[in-house]
């Protein structure tokens, strides 16, 4: 079964930076668009980020562009999500998700299993 | 950007009954690229629906979705006990979307 394991979450000041790591395993990683969904606390589903599957191409959402930035290490079958200029609002639950395509189209057909980032001082 | 607008907000059913959820685009979704998640406390999302009306894998099928353009509908034709939970349509073409989520709840 294919698994997405994420790290680096954890408790940041406002203004500073986090990077999350997600590990791949059991599918082809290289095959595969990636993507990053949030989930603020007793609040919905937000997408965050997205890249193709060699890396070539990446999208953010407009409320984190220019903060955040999405990356991937074909090689070690790991997704990177840079935080940088961390405010109250970006404290949510980070969902790793694989995509079900090399690009878009794709939704997202496997999730990890979520890690908390909290920014507060 | 498309806004998705999921309704009702809230349903509560019994189980056994039938459930039917809403999800209308602000905008036409071309190629029917819709999907619908399900979520239950602590855990993530699980893929149900992709392309409007097309299970994933695993899924039971008592879960159909339909609908093209900007009206979709997921329904659970008999609500099972592990079936309560928070469901989300998502459009993922071109803006990747979700809903604010429908959470069905027991009666």
């Known amino acids: 079964e294919e698994q997405l394991l994420a790290s680096g979450g954890g408790l940041v000041q406002p203004g500073g930076s986090l990077r999350l790591s997600c590990v791949a395993s059991?599918?082809?990683?290289?095959?595969?668009?990636m993507g990053w969904v949030r989930q603020a606390p007793g609040k919905g589903l937000e997408w965050v980020s997205a890249?193709?599957?060699?890396?070539?191409?990446?999208f953010h959402a407009d409320s984190v562009k220019g903060r955040f930035s999405i990356s991937r290490d074909n090689s070690k079958n790991t997704l990177y999500l840079q935080m940088n200029s961390l405010t109250d609002e970006d404290t949510a639950v980070y969902y790793c998700?694989?995509?079900?395509?090399?690009?878009?189209?794709?939704?997202?057909?496997?999730w990890g299993q979520g890690i908390l980032v909290t920014v507060s001082s | 950007e498309i806004v998705l607008t999921q309704s009702p907000g809230t349903l509560s059913l019994s189980p056994g009954e039938r459930a039917t959820l809403s999800c209308r685009a602000s905008?036409?979704?071309?190629?029917?690229?819709l999907a619908w998640y399900q979520q239950k406390p602590g855990q993530a999302p699980r893929l149900l629906i992709y392309?409007?009306?097309s299970r994933a894998t695993g899924v039971p099928d008592r879960f159909s979705g339909s609908g093209s353009a900007t009206d979709f509908t997921l329904t659970i034709s008999r609500l099972e006990p592990e079936d309560f939970a928070v469901y989300y349509c998502?459009?993922?073409?071109?803006?990747?979307?979700f809903g604010q989520g429908t959470r069905v709840e027991v009666k």
């Open positions: 998700a694989k995509g079900s395509d090399t690009s878009r189209p794709y939704y997202f057909d496997h």
């Open positions: 059991e599918f082809f990683f290289h095959n595969y668009a």
């Open positions: 890249i193709t599957d060699t890396g070539g191409d990446k």
């Open positions: 905008q036409s979704v071309s190629g029917s690229f």
């Open positions: 392309g409007a009306s």
């Open positions: 998502q459009e993922y073409g071109s803006s990747r979307s």
